[in-house]
Nanobody, 118 residues
Framework: QVQLVESGGGLVQPGGSLRLSCAAS????????MGWYRQAPGKQRELVAT???????NVADSVKGRFTISRNNAKNTVYLQMNSLKPEETAVYYC????????????WGQGTQVTVSS
């Protein structure tokens, strides 16, 4: 199995920046997708951004141009740089690990709170 440890959440003013990190450990296969999802109170969990083990990214339209996802495969870590944050982006941000090969499974992190408020 794979364990995920998230860090970097917190309180930030509107227009500010935060950087989230998620480190994976355990039996990590060669083909996988790591990413970030978020869930605001009373809303469904939604995709923020993902990046494959080969570096292909998928970013939600709502955050394009403001959020950047990246990963360091040597450290099995994914990062989410969030700029120009908005109050409506206050949510719990969850790291996701989706392994595709050699064995398929999916793991979620415990979540980190991001609060955008003045």
């Amino acid at each position: 199995q794979v364990q995920l440890v998230e860090s970097g959440g917190g309180l930030v003013q509107p227009g500010g920046s935060l950087r989230l990190s998620c480190a994976a450990s355990g039996s990590i296969g060669s083909l996988n997708i790591m990413g970030w999802y978020r869930q605001a109170p009373g809303k469904q969990r939604e995709l923020v951004a993902t990046v494959t083990s080969s570096g292909t990214t998928n970013v939600a339209d709502s955050v394009k141009g403001r959020f950047t996802i990246s990963r360091n495969n040597a450290k099995n870590t994914v990062y989410l740089q969030m700029n120009s944050l908005k109050p409506e982006e206050t949510a719990v941000y969850y790291c996701n690990f989706n392994q595709l090969f050699p064995r398929r499974f999916e793991t979620w992190g415990q979540g980190t709170q991001v609060t955008v408020s003045s």
